[in-house]
């Protein structure tokens, strides 16, 4: 029996799978398609994020931000240097801490 995944996996989930004793058919990535590899598994872990509570959100999390850290990489950059570029992002524009909700913005009539 097989079980299809054609997914980005991390790099010791092919070990977990030889101790039990079972066989992974993998491949390495050329740079563009590890690319859309990390952003598929980016959006796969934000579904699994918005579906889950408690510590399996906290799991969740961690697994999204282990995909962060790889597309920062990509760019040249480290998650300490895209959460320096968030804080300061943070600082100019503010967090999300007010729960704050847009609904809409009335716009300045303009003299003609």
């Keep these: 029996m097989e079980r299809i995944y054609k997914k980005l996996?991390?790099?010791s989930i092919p070990d977990i799978i030889l101790s039990k004793e079972?066989?992974?058919?993998?491949k390495v990535l050329?740079?563009?398609e590890y690319k859309k590899?990390?952003?598929e598994k980016?959006?796969?872990e934000y579904k699994e994020v918005v579906s889950s509570s408690g510590y399996?959100?906290?799991?969740e999390l961690s697994d999204m931000i282990e995909v962060i850290r790889?597309?920062?990489k990509l760019e040249n950059k480290?998650?300490?240097e895209i959460i320096k570029i968030a804080d300061e992002k943070r600082s100019k524009r503010g967090g999300f801490d007010k729960k704050i909700f847009l609904e809409k913005v009335i716009e300045k009539e303009r003299e003609r």
């Design 9 to 11: 996996v991390r790099d």
């Design 70 to 72: 790889a597309l920062s």
């Design 42 to 44: 980016l959006y796969e």
């Design 78 to 80: 480290t998650l300490d």
């Design 56 to 59: 399996d959100r906290c799991e």
């Design 37 to 39: 590899a990390l952003e």
């Design 30 to 32: 050329n740079d563009e």
């Design 22 to 26: 079972e066989t992974p058919v993998t």
